[in-house]
Each structure stands twice: as C-alpha cells, then as structure tokens.
C-alpha cells in the first residue's frame, strides 16, 4: 500500500512504524473473512482492511471529521487479531491498531459519559483492590443494575466473598522443589476465579514444579492498553517489573495461565524499548514468560496430537497419563505461599466428561499456539466436541463486553451455539474474561481447562 506521510509524521517513532506496517499491506481484503465484526456488520470500514485505510488517513491527513468516523469503527474493534492470523503478508495489525486509536483519540474528543466510562473502567477493573469491593457492592445491588452490569459479574462463589479476602486468596499450599515458576496472578482473575491458580499450583505440585508468588505483582497493563491508556499501562508494566525482576534468577519459567495477561507480558520487550531504566528488564522477562499451556505441555511430556485424531474419539483414545513425580516436602522457598485449603468446590462431577474447547485469541492469534491444550485434555481422558469457527472471538476482548455491549453479546450468542451443538457437559478456555462472559449465557460450567488437568492429574496420582 502506498503511503503519503508527512515528514512530521514520519519524524516519530510510532508515525515511521505505521507507516512500514501500511506499506506491507496488499489491501487484499482476505483478512475480511475472518473479522468478527466484518461478518456481523457487513460493512468494510468495520473490517480489517477497512480500518487500515481509516488509520493511514487518520496519519496522513489529520481531520477531526474523519477522526470522529474513524474512531467508532476502531472502537468496535475487538483486537483479537484474527485478520493478523490470516493476513498472508504478515501486517502487524494490532500493533497499527494501537498508533491508530492513539491518533483518533488525539484528534477527535470523546464524550464526557465515554471518557467517564473508560476512566472507571481504567481504574477500577486492573485495581486488586478496587475491583473485588466493586464486584461485592455489585451482588449487593444485583436487583438494580443494569442486564449488561448484572451481566458481566463474576458468577464465581468466590465473588461472594469478602473483598480483603479475595485480593489474597487462599491458596493450596506450594510443594518445594529446584525447579521453579513465577506463576503471574494477574488482577481480575485474581478476584473472580481464585480457583484458578489454585488448580495451577496443585498441577505444579503433582509435576514437582515448586509455585513462586512475587508481591506487589499486578495487572499486567493490558486492559489499559485495550482502553488506550498508555501512561497508566506503562506504569503498570513497571511496577511489575519491580516487583518480577529480583526473582527470575530463581525460576525456570514466568508462567501466566491467562492468555491475556500473557500475551501483554511476552509483549513487554516491544512496549518498553524506549524506557532506558526498564527496556533491559522488560525484554528479559517478556523472554522468560511462557503461556500455561506450553510449560504444562513440557511438564507432561507430549506434543499435541493432531485435532484431527482426537475430537471425537472415546475418552483415552490419546493414551494414559504419565506418572507424576512424588514430592519430599521441604523448607517453603521465599516468595511462595504458605496455604490453608488444597481443594476447590468441584463443580465438574465425575469424569470422564465431554469437553468443549473455546482457545482465547489471545492464545491462538496473540501467541500463535494452538493444539496443545486439545492435546493435554485428550491425553488426560476428556472427550473433545467439535466446535465451529473456533478461530472467532466470543465478544469479551477486555472491556468490550461492556463498551459494545449489543455487538459483544450477539458474539457470545453465536459462540455459544458453536460450542454447545455436541452437548458438551462443561466448557473449557485459557482467559479470565472469556470464562466471564460466556458463563454468563452458558447454562454449563466455564472453566479453565487446567482445572480440568489438575484434577485428572490428581486422580492419577
Ligand atoms: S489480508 Fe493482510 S495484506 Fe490483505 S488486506 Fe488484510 S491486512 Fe492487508
Ligand atoms: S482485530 Fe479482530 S475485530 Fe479487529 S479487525 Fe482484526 S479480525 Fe476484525
């Protein structure tokens, strides 16, 4: 694609990088078929070509007219990054998707309700403190709220908690060993699904892989860059950083078990290059973090079969599940948590269970793995439904879910149907905010698929 930028422009380093991204673009349109909203909206500007156009012209020829258009159709923009998956030139899509919203929001002002909306959001859904205190007041309020806000509440027991208690859930106690995982416990998931790392460290113990838990972790910075809202992201990629950094020389791997957390922090070498005092550090941990999936599927032992051979297929087809290792209880390695409770409620029944598999974007496009978790649950005894355009986003991307409520909703409509034609008796996925949102329709558990792992790892052992 040709491109005019001013000399201004191309004077930045954002404006020189959006104009390289532009220019690999063919605007060959293959990139549409894939676009969630371009298939429910039908109409090219809320398409990934369509809205590559809207940001060169925002960068070539500011104009707060087009700013304005501009803005809505990257606002209903999910950054699931499907077109970028497809794209056969490679165009770093979500990366010019962030220089672009950038410069909407510079040349075109919002309306005070958005501003207001986007700073509550930007405050409040990151905060470990904040958060949980909202959640708690929102059961409280459940009868007077909104459908969209009773809506997007955590279902899990857990949120009906006392606040203090679900910024530091209690946790199943940490088995020491040599080897080592920073386990990231995120902000949001941290409150409305504790249960989660809960699973993560008892698979941890059952792999002999001691669990190490940094304080003062915090949100990643992804909702704030979701939002736009670069300086407080920033603010808490570094803050993370203080607090990750002393403890990487101890630890094999950083691990996040949600894919949006993840996908953020493996991008923090490229979102801090031009902080001198955190560039180094940010590139180091970015290099150690690993998805779940991936340190779990080295734990095991075993590639992914091929979809193709497991979906479908009685339970075990994949073969049994290796041993696990026995562990010798030793001194608690500084930094992991000392515990109360091992087991969570379990809410699956007994197995085996047929599952329905939802990959994140932030899993399958943001960080490009796919099969490894259909792998893990074939091999570990679960049936796996076959599910349709398992490559679309279910709607909550973020705060989306709360921004585009009409689009976010039609999204997750669609995506439930898709995963529960085979009547799967629970649904599976790897992000905090997908587990959120579809449990709010879906009339089955929404869990993370390592607690189905654990728990068969677990009976094995
Ligand atoms: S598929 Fe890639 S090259 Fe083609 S229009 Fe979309 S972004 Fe541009
Ligand atoms: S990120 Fe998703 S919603 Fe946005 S243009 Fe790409 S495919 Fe469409």
Redesign the pocket.
């Known amino acids: 694609m040709e491109t005019q930028f001013s000399r201004a422009a191309l004077a930045t380093a954002s404006g020189r990088r959006a104009n390289e991204i532009l220019r690999s ?7 549409n078929a894939t676009c969630p909203t371009y298939q429910l909206l039908g109409d090219e500007l809320d398409g ?2 369509g809205r ?1 156009y809207l940001i060169k012209s925002l960068l070539e020829a500011p104009e707060p007219g087009r700013a304005k258009v501009a803005q809505t159709h990257l606002d209903r923009c999910l950054t699931c990054r499907a ?1 970028e998956t ?4 490679g ?1 770093a ?1 979500g990366e010019l998707l962030e220089i672009g919203r950038d410069a909407a929001d510079e040349q075109a002002a919002r309306t005070l309700w958005q501003r207001m909306m986007r700073q509550w959001l930007g405050l409040v859904v990151p905060s470990i403190r904040w958060f949980p205190r909202w959640v708690a007041l929102g059961r409280l309020l459940r009868w007077v709220l909104p459908a969209r806000l009773k809506a997007a509440l955590p279902g899990s027991p857990a949120a009906s908690v006392a606040p203090s208690k679900l910024s530091k859930p209690v946790l199943p106690p940490v088995k020491p060993s040599s080897r080592r995982a920073l386990l990231l416990q995120g902000c949001v998931q941290r409150a409305a699904t504790p249960e989660v790392n809960a699973a993560v460290i008892r698979f941890f113990n059952n792999q002999g892989v001691e669990t190490v838990l940094a304080d003062g972790e915090g949100c990643c910075g992804g909702l704030n860059l979701h939002l736009g809202q670069a300086a407080p992201a920033r603010q808490a990629m570094r803050r993370n950083l203080d607090a990750l950094t002393p403890l990487l020389d101890q630890v094999q791997w950083v691990v996040s078990s949600a894919s949006g957390c993840g996908v953020t922090v493996k991008d923090y070498g490229r979102l801090l290059a031009d902080d001198p005092e955190y560039a180094a550090a940010a590139s180091r941990l970015a290099s150690m973090t690993r998805d779940l999936a991936e340190v779990a599927a080295e734990l095991v032992g075993r590639d992914a079969p091929a979809l193709a051979s497991v979906q479908g297929k009685p339970v075990n087809a994949a073969g049994p599940v290796p041993a696990v290792k026995q562990m010798t209880p030793s001194p608690t390695f500084p930094g992991s948590t000392p515990a109360a409770r091992d087991e969570p409620a379990d809410v699956l029944g007994p197995p085996p269970r047929k599952v329905a598999w939802h990959p994140p974007c932030t899993l399958q496009h943001g960080q490009r793995i796919s099969g490894l978790v259909e792998g893990m649950l074939a091999a570990a005894g679960y049936e796996l439904a076959p599910v349709k355009d398992a490559h679309l986003c279910c709607g909550a991307a973020g705060t989306y879910a709360l921004l585009q409520p009409e689009l976010a909703d039609q999204l997750k409509r669609n995506k439930l149907a898709n995963l529960t034609v085979a009547q799967p008796q629970v649904i599976a996925t790897a992000n905090v905010g997908c587990q959120m949102h579809l449990a709010s329709a879906a009339h089955r558990p929404v869990v993370h698929w390592i607690q189905l792992l654990s728990r068969s790892v677990s009976d094995v052992a």
């Open positions: 673009c063919v605007h060959c349109g293959l990139c990934p070509r590559i077109c497809t794209c056969p030139s165009v899509y």
